[in-house]
């Protein structure tokens, strides 16, 4: 491995690269410019050269021909216009003859321009005067991307149990709401491995605590679900209520646990509760602080979280506030022009998130004082590693499920995370597609997005053609915003949920598949999700950004339009075509070139390669439920394959190196030849 490193000025540490054995320092390179405010770097780009990674952006795959951003920000709104999403992951990998990777260490505000000013070039502008540059050379793109997880360290690994289907929505108001999600999920037949409880479970949105008129018995209904093997998932948000007498409200004032303004004095700001302060979780003594606090939910039998609103959020602060409210006041009465007019309206528009509040936050970072904004993309980051540390010491031995909004690249050490507030819109399908691949790039596996679009209406074919999407990725949650319209599978007719029915089954089918190519890239520092233009030297591939590898062995190539029978794609090797619902497989060849492929809208296709096989279980309605004993093994067009198999109990702690089965099918097993079926073979796991 080849990783150059150059330290510009005097960066903030960030603790997102934990291994860093064997690097060579460098003290320049001809393209970083350090220029008076900020550090730029011009990179020229080959023609044609595609450019992967940047996490959580909007955009294709290859990164070309684009601006980006990375600065934490709750935007709910995700048009093309925008730059940038929750998550700040400043690796990027150029592609092309001699690839190159980077990695910026920064936690302030970095922006890219990818051959979008100038075709062929990149440039990239740092928003101060320090930082660590990390310069990755290696023969292929691939090694590159594992060179770089190397470098980060482990993902965050949670329970098998966590990559079960999840149901959520904002504005489930009460215990008889959940149950009542409870009982139609049983009704209606459809697996459900628990729900997703948002904000309105607490009294007047406090963390750690339980409205009582709404959830008289929080603890009985947790065992309700878990009686069933389901899960409840709170949500906690980063804003502590200012409220007298609310116990973690006045403990983080009482030990000066909360971010300062320019003043020392604790920093007001407003989100869901009204006025908030925002414990400083920078410090380690904040953060073992709050990550004791879990306890209190851990207590009523929680075994996974939910960390929200944590880029950090902000509705507005109370001077903010105050002055639009004033200057709306001076205009009352007044005929408004068209800029006393259009400006009223900004003043409103924009109160949130706004760079005054973030330059006014003051962090005590490692013995010295930060203002926000220069190290903006840390705070959901540290926020997560509370919780992550918080449940570790509470239960040691288990994993839990750990989800997170804003992220950093070092947060996949302690959490996963989704991609925000999308809308149900084909586009965003589209998107969540996209995403996969750069999500995996800087670390994180667990991940997926809101089934269905979070904002917005969701139409019946819409939800469908999304679940054949997310029964791939390993958080597989339908969640949507309270005001829309109701997004459970069944609320969209007989026809709808018999086809969702049948897809929700096949997640339970892959899983095995699932949780062991999850748990290989885990091992492997490899990607669950690989755009095929790392597997395959064909120039075709480098333009397809709607067809993915998902592990060794499959491509999945969903259909993101809507009115569609199926669509025309590409096979780069020949390969074989697998259509699965939840009593039946059924198997095709194809051979390489472009076909039209039918995708009924009550099944799961995706295509298996030469020389691979993989495991297919039973259907069922929980994780606990999954029969690994019995599995049907698919062989792709070949005589025999073998499969690396990782399973465990599913929520023990996972150490490398893996213990594995290598699982090895041929035709002379008890096989179904016409079919390349090969049922119920016994694999015993090792001890
Ligand atoms: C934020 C979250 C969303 C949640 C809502 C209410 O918008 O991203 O998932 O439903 O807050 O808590």
Same mark, same amino acid.
């Given at each position: 491995?080849?990783? +150059?490193?150059?330290?510009?000025?005097?960066?903030?540490?960030?603790?997102?690269?934990?291994?860093?054995?064997?690097?060579?320092?460098?003290?320049?390179?001809?393209?970083?410019?350090?220029?008076?405010?900020?550090?730029?770097?011009?990179?020229?780009?080959?023609?044609?050269?595609?450019?992967?990674? #940047?996490?959580?952006?909007?955009?294709?795959?290859?990164?070309?021909?684009?601006?980006?951003?990375?600065?934490?920000?709750?935007?709910?709104?995700?048009?093309?216009?925008?730059?940038?999403?929750?998550?700040?992951?400043? +690796?990027?990998?150029?592609?092309?003859?001699?690839?190159?990777?980077?990695?910026?260490?920064?936690?302030?505000?970095?922006?890219?321009?990818?051959?979008?000013?100038?075709?062929?070039?990149?440039?990239?502008?740092?928003?101060?005067?320090?930082?660590?540059?990390?310069?990755?050379?290696?023969?292929?793109?691939?090694?590159?991307?594992?060179?770089?997880?190397?470098?980060?360290?482990?993902?965050?690994?949670?329970?098998?149990?966590?990559?079960?289907?999840?149901?959520?929505?904002?504005?489930?108001?009460?215990?008889?709401?959940?149950?009542?999600?409870?009982?139609?999920?049983?009704?209606?037949?459809?697996?459900?491995?628990?729900?997703?409880?948002?904000?309105?479970?607490?009294?007047?949105?406090?963390?750690?605590?339980?409205?009582?008129?709404?959830?008289?018995?929080?603890? %009985?209904?947790?065992?309700?679900?878990?009686?069933?093997?389901?899960?409840?998932?709170?949500?906690?948000?980063?804003?502590?209520?200012?409220?007298?007498?609310?116990?973690?409200?006045?403990? %983080?004032?009482?030990?000066?646990?909360?971010?300062?303004?320019?003043?020392?004095?604790?920093?007001?700001?407003?989100?869901?509760?009204?006025?908030?302060?925002?414990?400083?979780?920078?410090?380690?003594?904040?953060?073992?602080?709050?990550?004791?606090?879990?306890?209190?939910?851990?207590?009523?039998?929680?075994?996974?979280?939910?960390?929200?609103?944590?880029?950090?959020?902000?509705?507005?602060?109370?001077?903010?506030?105050?002055?639009?409210?004033?200057?709306?006041?001076?205009?009352?009465?007044?005929?408004?022009?068209?800029?006393? $007019?259009?400006?009223?309206?900004?003043?409103?528009?924009?109160?949130?998130?706004?760079?005054?509040?973030?330059?006014?936050?003051?962090?005590?970072?490692?013995?010295?004082?930060?203002?926000?904004?220069?190290?903006?993309?840390?705070? %959901?980051?540290?926020?997560?590693?509370?919780?992550?540390?918080?449940?570790?010491?509470?239960?040691?031995?288990?994993?839990?499920?750990?989800?997170?909004?804003?992220?950093?690249?070092?947060?996949?050490?302690?959490?996963?995370?989704?991609?925000?507030?999308?809308?149900?819109?084909?586009?965003?399908?589209?998107?969540?597609?996209?995403?996969?691949?750069?999500?995996?790039?800087?670390?994180?596996? $667990?991940?997926?997005?809101?089934?269905?679009?979070?904002?917005?209406?969701?139409?019946?074919?819409?939800?469908?053609?999304?679940?054949?999407?997310?029964?791939?990725?390993?958080?597989?949650?339908?969640?949507?915003?309270?005001?829309?319209?109701?997004?459970?599978?069944?609320?969209?007719?007989?026809?709808?949920?018999?086809?969702?029915?049948?897809?929700?089954?096949?997640?339970?089918?892959?899983?095995?598949?699932?949780?062991?190519?999850?748990?290989?890239?885990?091992?492997?520092?490899?990607?669950?999700?690989?755009?095929?233009?790392?597997? $395959?030297?064909?120039?075709?591939?480098?333009?397809?950004?709607?067809?993915?590898?998902?592990?060794?062995?499959?491509?999945?190539?969903?259909?993101? #339009?809507?009115?569609?029978?199926?669509?025309?794609?590409?096979?780069?090797?020949?390969?074989?075509?697998?259509?699965?619902?939840?009593?039946?497989?059924?198997?095709?060849?194809?051979?390489? %070139?472009?076909?039209?492929?039918?995708?009924?809208?009550?099944?799961?296709?995706?295509?298996?390669?030469?020389?691979?096989?993989?495991?297919?279980?039973?259907?069922?309605?929980?994780?606990?439920?999954?029969?690994?004993?019995?599995?049907?093994?698919?062989?792709?067009?070949?005589?025999?394959?073998?499969?690396?198999?990782?399973?465990?109990?599913?929520?023990?702690?996972?150490?490398?190196?893996?213990?594995?089965?290598?699982?090895?099918?041929?035709?002379?097993?008890?096989?179904?030849?016409?079919?390349?079926?090969?049922?119920?073979?016994?694999?015993?796991?090792?001890?």
């Amino acid at each position: 491995m080849s990783v +150059f490193r150059m330290t510009i000025g005097n960066p903030i540490p960030t603790q997102a690269i934990i291994h860093d054995e064997g690097f060579s320092a460098i003290e320049n390179r001809p393209y970083v410019h350090a220029l008076k405010d900020s550090v730029v770097l011009t990179l020229a780009l080959e023609e044609g050269a595609p450019i992967w990674g #940047l996490g959580q952006q909007l955009g294709g795959i290859n990164k070309r021909g684009r601006v980006y951003g990375a600065y934490c920000t709750d935007d709910p709104h995700h048009t093309e216009d925008k730059t940038t999403l929750y998550g700040a992951h400043n +690796f990027f990998v150029i592609g092309g003859k001699k690839p190159l990777g980077f990695y910026i260490d920064f936690p302030g505000r970095v922006q890219y321009d990818v051959a979008f000013t100038d075709p062929d070039q990149l440039s990239v502008t740092i928003s101060g005067t320090s930082c660590t540059l990390y310069e990755i050379q290696e023969d292929t793109v691939k090694d590159v991307l594992i060179a770089f997880r190397k470098m980060i360290g482990k993902p965050y690994l949670p329970p098998k149990w966590a990559l079960g289907y999840f149901q959520s929505r904002w504005g489930y108001a009460s215990e008889s709401d959940l149950l009542g999600v409870k009982a139609a999920f049983e009704t209606n037949d459809l697996p459900l491995e628990g729900i997703y409880v948002d904000i309105d479970y607490m009294e007047a949105f406090k963390d750690f605590t339980i409205d009582t008129q709404r959830y008289p018995d929080f603890k %009985g209904l947790n065992e309700m679900f878990q009686k069933d093997n389901q899960y409840l998932i709170p949500i906690i948000d980063a804003g502590v209520k200012i409220e007298p007498g609310y116990a973690l409200y006045e403990e %983080g004032l009482q030990h000066d646990y909360f971010v300062k303004n320019k003043e020392q004095a604790p920093y007001v700001a407003a989100v869901w509760p009204g006025h908030v302060h925002f414990p400083d979780f920078l410090k380690p003594e904040v953060r073992k602080w709050f990550g004791d606090w879990y306890q209190f939910l851990y207590d009523l039998g929680i075994r996974g979280i939910w960390n929200d609103m944590n880029e950090p959020a902000i509705f507005y602060d109370p001077e903010t506030l105050e002055k639009a409210i004033d200057y709306a006041t001076s205009l009352k009465g007044k005929a408004l022009d068209i800029h006393s $007019f259009f400006s009223l309206g900004d003043v409103f528009r924009n109160l949130s998130n706004q760079l005054t509040y973030y330059e006014t936050m003051q962090h005590d970072y490692l013995g010295q004082t930060y203002s926000n904004d220069t190290l903006h993309n840390l705070y %959901g980051y540290y926020m997560t590693q509370a919780a992550y540390e918080g449940l570790e010491r509470i239960n040691p031995d288990q994993r839990h499920l750990i989800l997170s909004r804003a992220s950093h690249v070092g947060m996949h050490r302690y959490g996963g995370i989704w991609t925000g507030d999308n809308a149900s819109w084909w586009s965003h399908l589209a998107l969540n597609v996209q995403m996969m691949p750069s999500l995996n790039m800087v670390g994180f596996l $667990f991940t997926g997005a809101d089934t269905g679009g979070f904002g917005g209406h969701c139409s019946g074919e819409l939800l469908t053609r999304w679940l054949q999407v997310s029964v791939f990725t390993p958080l597989l949650r339908n969640h949507s915003a309270i005001g829309t319209r109701d997004q459970e599978p069944y609320q969209f007719g007989q026809r709808v949920l018999d086809h969702n029915r049948e897809i929700m089954y096949v997640r339970y089918r892959l899983l095995p598949y699932l949780y062991s190519t999850m748990i290989m890239a885990w091992e492997y520092d490899t990607l669950m999700f690989k755009p095929l233009a790392l597997e $395959f030297d064909d120039d075709r591939v480098n333009t397809i950004e709607d067809q993915l590898l998902l592990g060794d062995e499959l491509m999945i190539a969903p259909v993101v #339009l809507p009115n569609q029978k199926g669509r025309m794609l590409y096979f780069p090797e020949d390969m074989t075509l697998i259509r699965l619902k939840k009593d039946q497989i059924s198997l095709a060849p194809v051979t390489k %070139g472009d076909h039209f492929v039918p995708y009924a809208l009550d099944e799961v296709v995706c295509f298996l390669r030469r020389n691979k096989t993989i495991p297919i279980a039973k259907a069922c309605q929980t994780s606990a439920d999954l029969d690994t004993n019995h599995l049907t093994w698919v062989l792709g067009q070949n005589q025999a394959a073998t499969f690396e198999w990782y399973d465990d109990d599913g929520q023990s702690q996972v150490t490398s190196p893996l213990v594995t089965t290598h699982v090895t099918i041929s035709e002379t097993d008890d096989f179904q030849a016409s079919e390349k079926l090969c049922q119920s073979i016994v694999v015993k796991r090792p001890e």
